[in-house]
């Protein structure tokens, strides 16, 4: 019976995919429209860059008391801060021995040098003279000397590995080369760090709009009957066609996409597995509820997505009734979790008191959301893992700021008489905390993708 639903699947795919309208393909293809030439990536990324700089690091520098922030990396073992900061063209990768200096002046301006063999693009005045002083640690201790900080912050951090990229060797050497006045001025730069990574400055935010709205065209092409042969096309293809799309769209991906499938059948949930693609290579069968957690990178900011698309069976023409209600109680714990979002509150706080209220309503809900950004797992405010319900120590323990986007991760469990078990509705869409609440980049999963595709559907019959 299985064998002859797949075949007519097959059959019902091609035959529509050969009726498939041109509008639906420019649908698809609008949003990509909006991703620049390379060179114009570096420009506007470098912009960014500069305006970050200009108006994040007065107020920061100044609320977290710090008067020097040292940054140093090493080629090949850059310090995941000091990659935010290098121009467009260095890749994000350090040239030999790279310091950067960040001052705060006594009018609450701020001063950035580079102390490094190499210019660092136009943002760090060159602060380092090789003919006169041959030694860099010398020269980077005479700076310090010079500027006379009272606080000296450097990238140690217990909590985020963002903020704990200065390694042993140059810890040591910076060390050495500070006379003992300044060494007993060292910090940790943690708030400092983590406060850079996490704030978002308007064009930024602009710019993970589009973002977001290419990541969830990407999706809604590759949960069509374009890219998925029911009878045909695995779980494993669906991932390696994510791929290849971005490297087609000169794109990045920040992780590998995993594309997994919930059914009417005998097998159990495994959270871990949905995770890490630990189902395996399965081939997509009418009646299966596919899930895809898959992220896009450009210019240096991430996108993490978590959708799913439902394959009709012969003579459906929707989802059945129960993972639509299914669907519609995660939308709905979304809405509860991010309804507690108030700025500073931490993580486990909000945690708490959303997992409190959701099984109030007689929901089954698990939540692990994270901050978003400059790295897909980002530094800031951690709210909940999917093993930790109990709330995370450190970063969980971390206050909301506004102006900072945030992965809103989450699932909830719901028992289907229909196929004897739970099934999960997993759900990840980025979202932006600021003054007015939380609200999504491009909206969010509200229907399920259908595959054929309703209005293909439409069109054939």
Same mark, same amino acid.
């Given at each position: 019976?299985? /064998?002859?639903?797949?075949l007519?699947g097959?059959?019902?795919?091609?035959t529509?995919s =050969?009726?498939?309208?041109?509008a639906?393909?420019a649908?698809?293809?609008?949003?990509?429209n !909006?991703?620049l @030439?390379?060179?114009?990536?570096a420009?506007?990324?470098d912009?960014?860059?500069?305006?970050?700089?200009k108006?994040?690091?007065?107020d920061?520098?100044q609320? !977290?008391n710090?008067?020097m922030?040292?940054l140093?990396?090493?080629?090949? #073992?850059?310090?995941p801060?000091?990659?935010?900061?290098?121009?467009?063209? +260095?890749?994000e990768t350090?040239?030999?021995?790279t310091m950067?200096?960040?001052?705060?002046?006594?009018?609450?301006?701020? $001063?950035t040098?580079?102390?490094?063999?190499?210019?660092?693009?136009?943002l760090f005045?060159? *602060?380092?003279d090789? /003919? *006169?002083?041959?030694?860099?640690?010398?020269?980077l201790?005479?700076f310090?000397?010079k500027?006379?900080?009272?606080q000296? *912050?450097i990238?140690?951090?217990?909590?985020?590995?963002?903020?704990?990229?200065?390694?042993? !060797?140059?810890?040591?050497?910076?060390?050495?080369?500070?006379?003992?006045?300044?060494?007993k001025?060292?910090?940790?730069s943690?708030?400092?760090?983590?406060?850079?990574l996490?704030?978002?400055?308007p064009?930024?935010?602009?710019?993970?709009k589009?973002?977001v709205?290419?990541?969830h =065209?990407?999706i809604?092409?590759?949960f069509?009957?374009k890219?998925?042969?029911? $009878?045909?096309?695995?779980?494993?293809?669906?991932?390696? +066609?994510?791929?290849?799309?971005?490297a087609?769209?000169?794109?990045?991906t920040?992780f590998?996409?995993?594309v997994?499938? &919930?059914?009417?059948?005998? /097998?159990?949930?495994?959270h871990?597995?949905?995770?890490?693609?630990?189902?395996?290579?399965q081939t997509?069968i @009418?009646?299966? %509820?596919l899930?895809?957690?898959?992220?896009?990178?450009y210019?240096g900011?991430n996108?993490?997505? &978590?959708?799913h698309?439902?394959?009709?069976?012969p003579?459906?023409?929707?989802p059945?009734?129960y993972l !639509?209600?299914a669907l519609?109680?995660?939308?709905?714990?979304q809405d509860i979790?991010?309804?507690?979002?108030?700025a $500073?509150r931490t $993580? #486990?706080e909000?945690?708490a008191?959303s997992?409190?209220?959701?099984? *109030?309503?007689?929901? &089954?809900?698990?939540?692990y959301t994270?901050p978003l950004?400059?790295?897909g797992?980002?530094a800031?405010?951690?709210?909940?893992? +999917?093993?930790? &319900?109990?709330?995370v @120590?450190?970063?969980?323990?971390?206050? %909301?700021?506004v102006n900072?986007?945030?992965?809103?991760e989450?699932?909830n469990?719901?028992?289907?008489e229909? +196929?004897g078990?739970?099934?999960?509705?997993? %759900?990840e869409?980025?979202?932006?905390?600021? =003054?007015?609440g939380?609200?999504y980049?491009?909206?969010?999963?509200?229907?399920?993708?259908v595959?054929?595709?309703q209005?293909?559907f439409?069109?054939?019959f």
């Amino acid at each position: 019976m299985k /064998k002859l639903a797949c075949l007519f699947g097959a059959l019902l795919l091609t035959t529509c995919s =050969a009726f498939a309208t041109p509008a639906r393909t420019a649908v698809l293809d609008t949003p990509y429209n !909006t991703l620049l @030439p390379l060179r114009e990536r570096a420009a506007l990324y470098d912009d960014i860059l500069s305006k970050r700089v200009k108006q994040l690091l007065p107020d920061l520098m100044q609320r !977290t008391n710090i008067d020097m922030w040292i940054l140093i990396s090493r080629e090949y #073992n850059e310090d995941p801060v000091i990659k935010t900061m290098l121009p467009a063209t +260095w890749l994000e990768t350090a040239r030999r021995t790279t310091m950067l200096v960040i001052t705060r002046e006594s009018d609450n301006s701020i $001063g950035t040098y580079a102390i490094a063999p190499y210019k660092v693009g136009d943002l760090f005045e060159r *602060a380092w003279d090789k /003919k *006169a002083q041959p030694d860099q640690w010398q020269a980077l201790s005479e700076f310090v000397a010079k500027h006379d900080p009272k606080q000296i *912050a450097i990238n140690q951090s217990a909590i985020w590995a963002h903020a704990d990229g200065i390694t042993v !060797t140059e810890h040591r050497k910076l060390m050495d080369s500070l006379s003992e006045k300044y060494q007993k001025r060292v910090v940790s730069s943690e708030p400092l760090a983590v406060g850079w990574l996490e704030t978002r400055i308007p064009e930024e935010v602009e710019l993970m709009k589009s973002m977001v709205a290419v990541a969830h =065209a990407i999706i809604a092409e590759g949960f069509s009957e374009k890219v998925v042969t029911p $009878g045909v096309t695995t779980t494993d293809d669906l991932v390696w +066609w994510f791929r290849e799309k971005v490297a087609s769209l000169k794109l990045d991906t920040w992780f590998h996409p995993s594309v997994s499938i &919930q059914r009417s059948d005998e /097998k159990a949930f495994d959270h871990e597995s949905s995770f890490t693609a630990g189902y395996g290579k399965q081939t997509v069968i @009418p009646g299966d %509820l596919l899930h895809v957690d898959f992220g896009i990178t450009y210019m240096g900011l991430n996108t993490d997505t &978590q959708q799913h698309a439902y394959v009709l069976r012969p003579g459906e023409r929707k989802p059945p009734a129960y993972l !639509t209600e299914a669907l519609n109680k995660a939308n709905r714990l979304q809405d509860i979790f991010t309804g507690n979002f108030v700025a $500073g509150r931490t $993580g #486990n706080e909000v945690l708490a008191m959303s997992l409190s209220e959701a099984r *109030a309503e007689g929901l &089954q809900p698990t939540i692990y959301t994270h901050p978003l950004g400059l790295h897909g797992h980002a530094a800031g405010t951690t709210l909940g893992m +999917w093993d930790k &319900q109990g709330g995370v @120590p450190g970063d969980g323990d971390y206050p %909301l700021h506004v102006n900072s986007a945030y992965s809103i991760e989450l699932n909830n469990a719901v028992e289907l008489e229909a +196929w004897g078990k739970s099934v999960r509705i997993m %759900l990840e869409e980025d979202a932006f905390f600021d =003054a007015s609440g939380v609200w999504y980049f491009n909206e969010r999963q509200r229907a399920l993708h259908v595959i054929p595709s309703q209005s293909t559907f439409s069109h054939r019959f």
